[in-house]
C-alpha cells in the first residue's frame, strides 16, 4: 500500500487548535516548539480551563473539530475527570488542565529553555 501524503501541516493543525481554544475561552495558552527536541511530535499546546467542566467540554469539541476538519482520531487520555486532558493528534500534542493542576504539574518547564517565562 502507497503511503498516504497528509493534507495538512502541522502549522495548519496548530492554528486549528489555537483558534478552538481560543473560541472556547482557554487561559494562558502556551505553545511550545518541539521541531529539533523530541519525535513524540512537531508542536505541544498548554491551556487551562476554569473548571473540570470546561476542562472536559473544550477537550470534547477539539476533538470533534479535529475529526471532521482533519479526519483526525485523537489519542485522548483524562477527558473522563477533566483534571488534566491529554490530546495527542501526532503532530501536536494538547495539554488542557484546571489551574491548581498545571500549577503541580508545570509540564511547560520540561521543554522551555531554562530562563523562558511561559507565553
Given at each position: 500500500m502507497a503511503a498516504s501524503v497528509q493534507p495538512y501541516t502541522s502549522e495548519e493543525l496548530l492554528a486549528r487548535i489555537l483558534t478552538s481554544l481560543d473560541d472556547d475561552k482557554a487561559e494562558d495558552v502556551t505553545q511550545i516548539d518541539l521541531r529539533g527536541k523530541t519525535s513524540i511530535g512537531d508542536y505541544m499546546v498548554v491551556a487551562s480551563g476554569r473548571s473540570t467542566r470546561q476542562v472536559a467540554a473544550m477537550a470534547e469539541k477539539l476533538i470533534e473539530k479535529l475529526k471532521?476538519?482533519?479526519?483526525?482520531?485523537?489519542?485522548?487520555?483524562?477527558?473522563?475527570?477533566?483534571?488534566?486532558?491529554?490530546?495527542?493528534?501526532?503532530?501536536v500534542i494538547v495539554h488542557l488542565f484546571r489551574p491548581e493542576v498545571r500549577e503541580f504539574y508545570q509540564i511547560e518547564k520540561m521543554w522551555l529553555p531554562a530562563g523562558t517565562a511561559a507565553s
Open positions: 471532521h476538519e482533519f479526519g483526525i482520531i485523537s489519542k485522548v487520555e483524562g477527558k473522563d475527570a477533566g483534571d488534566w486532558v491529554l490530546i495527542d493528534t501526532g503532530d
